[in-house]
T-cell receptor, first 114, second 111 residues
């Protein structure tokens, strides 16, 4: 069965410091991978996606993620965190059986300290 | 472009009642999916509609049903509400297998 693991429930980063959020997936075929961000009480906003090709993908708000097939990972990175980045981050794998559904991890809450 | 819109934003229902949530997809999108997000959890896939038919379904009981209209908008119905149905219900739209765009969600509280 498909699954996504986000091993860090909470992460605290100082403003201006770099960030890496971890994501590991389990999926038998070539995965479609996504990172979404959710502010409190809000819906999900797509940060970036990987479908194929270059394993380093760029997203919005200065985020990037690297797909590593050998490690079944798709970690999210940002070189310098801003206070407005504080939110919940979800990694998801797209399961494609003709129609695509998303399987999400449990999320990582990012706290940004001054 | 209004994006994905959901209504209502908040809803309080009593155990045993029925509820209907609504979703209008992003312009140009033809596929609507529904997700349930319990507090502190990631979203869980409920079902997906395309061409007015349910195309795939997650592990949810038959109390959860849906509909898609010719204009691609969709409804999620939940019958015989349980306390455990309290959650944020998210609608996502896409153009077939492209990336999904999410609405702001409907917060359902069952008392």
């Amino acid at each position: 069965a498909q699954s996504v693991t986000q091993p860090d429930i909470h992460i605290t980063v100082s403003e201006g410091a770099s960030l890496e959020l971890r994501c590991n997936y389990s999926y038998g075929a070539t995965p479609y991978l996504f990172w979404y961000v959710q502010s409190p009480g809000q819906g999900l906003q797509l940060l970036l996606k990987y479908f194929s090709g270059d394993t380093l993908v760029q997203g919005i708000k200065g985020f990037e993620a690297e797909f590593k097939r050998s490690q079944s990972s798709f970690n999210l990175r940002k070189p310098s965190v801003h206070w407005s980045d504080a939110a919940e981050y979800f990694c998801a794998v797209g399961v494609n059986t003709g129609f695509q559904k998303l399987v999400f991890g449990t999320g990582t809450r990012l706290l940004v300290s001054p | 472009d209004a994006g994905v819109t959901q209504s209502p934003t908040h809803l309080i229902k009593t155990r045993g009642q029925q509820v209907t949530l609504r979703c209008s997809p992003k312009s140009g999108h033809d596929t609507v999916s529904w997700y349930q997000q319990a507090l502190g959890q990631g979203p869980q896939f409920i079902f997906q509609y395309y061409e007015e038919e349910e195309r795939q379904r997650g592990n949810f009981p038959d109390r959860f049903s849906g509909h898609q209209f010719p204009n691609y908008s969709s409804e999620l119905n939940v019958n015989a509400l349980l306390l455990g149905d309290s959650a944020l219900y998210l609608c996502a739209s896409s153009l077939r297998n492209t990336e999904a765009f999410f609405g702001q969600g409907t917060r359902l509280t069952v008392v």
